[in-house]
């Protein structure tokens, strides 16, 4: 069982597109990270949420934390195939440091 | 600066056979990290350390142990690998402790242990 659960695990969209994916755990933040993975790269952070309930934006990505700090989403509007890539959460709900499972975004021009 | 490079990028053990993996990071970071990526399990923590001489184990640190004596460099290694080891390795490094602050990530390495 994995503590923090991304779903969908895939998803393939057409340039356009809008799209949302979500990080879910039972287990409260302090806060939540967010980074996109390229093939054969490391991940590079896009973001950090840390109150409960706040909203970032980042040119045509939107995170939001949970109000309760369990969970978090991203939405992209208009998906450009520039896009693609693994996106992963992570957080650290004790005195550990976890990643979620990672979706996987492929935006097809 | 380099950031945070990796070696060796591509390896391949037969089980029972050791190795490193050398992580050097060229920022002054504190904190370095050692993961394992697998599949659709994202991201595991194998150990960190918090500063040079220090090491602490994360999520998964059996198989593995480590070593950071100098500032700049973290070491991971397999004593006696196993094929459940297949995987690829990052290294991370970062100015403070993890949860607010940012992860610098190394390219990878991609074991392969028959």
């Known amino acids: 069982t994995q503590l923090l659960e991304q779903s969908p695990q895939f998803l393939s969209i057409q340039e356009g597109e809008n799209l949302t994916v979500y990080c879910n755990s039972s287990?409260?933040?302090?806060?939540l990270q967010w980074y996109r993975q390229e093939p054969g790269e490391g991940p590079v952070l896009l973001v950090t949420v840390v109150t409960g309930g706040e909203v970032k934006k980042l040119k045509r990505l939107t995170f939001q934390f949970g109000d309760a700090r369990k969970d978090s989403s991203l939405h992209i509007t208009a998906a450009q195939p520039g896009d693609t890539g693994l996106y992963l959460c992570a957080g650290e709900p004790g005195n550990q440091f976890y990643f979620g499972t990672g979706t996987s975004l492929t935006v097809i021009p | 600066n380099a950031g945070v490079t990796q070696t060796p990028k591509f390896r391949v053990l037969k089980t029972g056979q050791s190795m490193t993996l050398l992580c050097a990071q060229d920022m002054n970071h504190e904190y370095m990290y050692w993961y394992r990526q697998d599949p659709g399990m994202g991201l595991r923590l194998i150990h960190y350390?918090?500063?040079?001489?220090?090491?602490a184990k994360g999520e998964v640190p059996d198989g593995y142990n480590v070593s950071r004596l100098k500032k700049q460099n973290f070491l991971l290694g397999l004593e006696s690998a196993a094929p459940s080891q297949t995987s690829v390795y990052f290294c991370?490094?970062?100015?403070?402790?993890?949860?607010?602050?940012?992860?610098?990530f190394g390219p990878g390495t991609r074991l392969t242990v028959l």
């Open positions: 991370a490094s970062s100015y403070l402790g993890l949860a607010r602050n940012t992860q610098y």
């Open positions: 350390s918090v500063g040079e001489g220090t090491t």
């Open positions: 287990s409260v933040f302090s806060s």
